[in-house]
C-alpha cells in the first residue's frame, strides 16, 4: 500500500491529516502517534510532500515540503491574528502560494471525492485496478532518489504469467482478462504494506519495494509465486487445466545498479532467466562486475 493510499484510509476513517498537522485540530501526541502507526519510520518529511501534493498536485522535494510546511504554518498565525478566527491550514498554503511566493496560478477547488477520481483515471491501470506504468516510474525514481541521498535500499520486482497466450487461445481474451484481474488481486493482497504493485504492461506486473534489501526482496517474491499459484486455473498443452505461475526476477539498489533503467533492465535479465527454470523460481540477478579502480 503506498502513502497516498493510507492517507485515503485515514480519510475514510474521518481523520483529516493536514487540519491535525496543520493546527487546524488538537490532539494529543499520543493520539497523533496512533494515527501515524504503521507509517515507515522516518517518514515526516514525505509525509507532508504528499500532503502538500494531494492539495496542489505540485510535487515538492521533501525538505522542501517541510520547510514550506513550517511557512505556511506562521503564515496561518499571522492571518489568524489579523482576521481573529482560525483561517484553516489549506486557505493559508492558498493564499501563502498564490500571493506570497506566486507558485500557483489559475486556482481550481476541487473536493476530496474528485480528486481522488482525477488520480484514479491517472495513475490507475483500468483493467487491473492497480498502478499504472507510469505510476511505477515516477515512484521508482522517487525511491531511488531518495535511497541515494540517504544511503537506502530499493528492491524491484518484475513478474510474467507463463502461459499467458495459451490461456487467452484456449479460453479467450475476455476470460484473459479476468485471470489479469485475479493475479492483480492476489498479488495487491500478498504483497506488504509499503509494496507498490504497478500493471507493467500486458501479463507483466512489478513491485517496488522501498527500504528492502535482497534477500527481503527475494522471500516475498517467492510468497507472491505461491500466492498466484494457488489460484490455479491456467490451462496449458498437458492438461485440461493447471495451476497459474509466475516467473520472477528480482533486482536491488544499490547492490545490482545505481539508476532507473539499468535496474528495470537488472530485474527484467533476472525475470528471463527464472522463465528458464522448470519452476519458476525467483531468481537474484546477477551481481555486476567490479568497477575498475582509478
Known amino acids: 500500500m503506498s502513502l497516498a493510499d493510507r492517507l485515503r484510509e485515514l480519510e475514510q476513517r474521518g481523520i483529516d491529516l493536514v487540519a491535525i498537522l496543520g493546527g487546524d485540530v488538537a490532539i494529543t501526541p499520543h493520539e497523533l502517534q496512533e494515527i501515524l502507526r504503521g507509517f515507515p519510520r522516518g517518514a515526516e518529511e514525505l509525509l507532508y510532500s504528499e500532503l502538500l501534493y494531494q492539495i496542489t498536485l505540485r510535487r515538492f522535494e521533501e525538505k522542501e515540503a517541510a520547510e514550506l510546511w513550517r511557512l505556511v504554518a506562521r503564515h496561518k498565525e499571522r492571518l489568524n491574528a489579523e482576521l481573529k478566527r482560525n483561517v484553516g491550514f489549506r486557505v493559508a498554503l492558498l493564499d501563502y502560494l498564490t500571493n506570497k511566493q506566486a507558485r500557483l496560478r489559475g486556482v481550481r477547488l476541487v473536493s476530496g471525492a474528485e480528486f481522488d477520481d482525477v488520480m484514479a483515471q491517472v495513475y490507475t491501470d483500468?483493467?487491473?485496478?492497480?498502478?499504472?506504468?507510469?505510476?511505477?516510474?515516477?515512484?521508482?525514481?522517487?525511491?531511488?532518489?531518495?535511497?541515494?541521498?540517504?544511503?537506502?535500499?530499493?528492491?524491484l520486482l518484475m513478474l510474467d504469467i507463463d502461459n499467458f497466450k495459451l490461456y487467452n487461445d484456449t479460453r479467450g481474451h475476455v476470460a484473459g482478462d479476468e485471470a489479469l484481474k485475479?493475479?492483480?488481486?492476489?498479488?495487491?493482497?500478498?504483497?506488504?504494506?509499503?509494496?507498490?504493485?504497478?500493471?507493467?504492461?500486458?501479463?507483466?506486473?512489478?513491485?517496488?519495494?522501498?527500504?528492502?534489501?535482497?534477500?527481503?526482496?527475494?522471500?516475498?517474491?517467492?510468497?507472491?509465486?505461491?500466492?498466484?499459484r494457488n489460484l490455479g486455473f491456467v490451462p496449458n498443452v498437458r492438461t485440461a487445466i493447471e495451476p497459474i505461475t509466475l516467473s520472477v526476477g528480482v533486482a536491488s539498489y544499490p547492490d545490482d545498479a545505481d539508476a532507473l533503467k539499468s535496474l528495470i533492465?537488472?530485474?527484467?535479465?533476472?525475470l528471463y532467466r527464472a522463465?528458464?527454470?522448470?519452476?519458476?523460481?525467483?531468481?537474484?540477478?546477477?551481481?555486476?562486475?567490479?568497477?575498475?579502480?582509478?
Open 182 to 228: 485475479a493475479v492483480a488481486a492476489c498479488l495487491r493482497s500478498t504483497a506488504r504494506a509499503t509494496d507498490l504493485v504497478c500493471r507493467y504492461g500486458g501479463d507483466e506486473f512489478a513491485i517496488i519495494c522501498p527500504r528492502t534489501v535482497k534477500h527481503d526482496a527475494l522471500t516475498l517474491a517467492d510468497r507472491l509465486r505461491k500466492a498466484v
Open 275 to 294: 522463465k528458464d527454470e522448470a519452476a519458476r523460481l525467483a531468481r537474484l540477478a546477477a551481481a555486476p562486475p567490479p568497477r575498475p579502480q582509478p
Open 126 to 155: 483500468a483493467l487491473t485496478g492497480v498502478y499504472n506504468r507510469g505510476y511505477f516510474a515516477e515512484q521508482l525514481a522517487r525511491e531511488l532518489e531518495r535511497a541515494q541521498r540517504y544511503s537506502g535500499k530499493v528492491s
Open 265 to 270: 533492465e537488472c530485474a527484467d535479465q533476472a
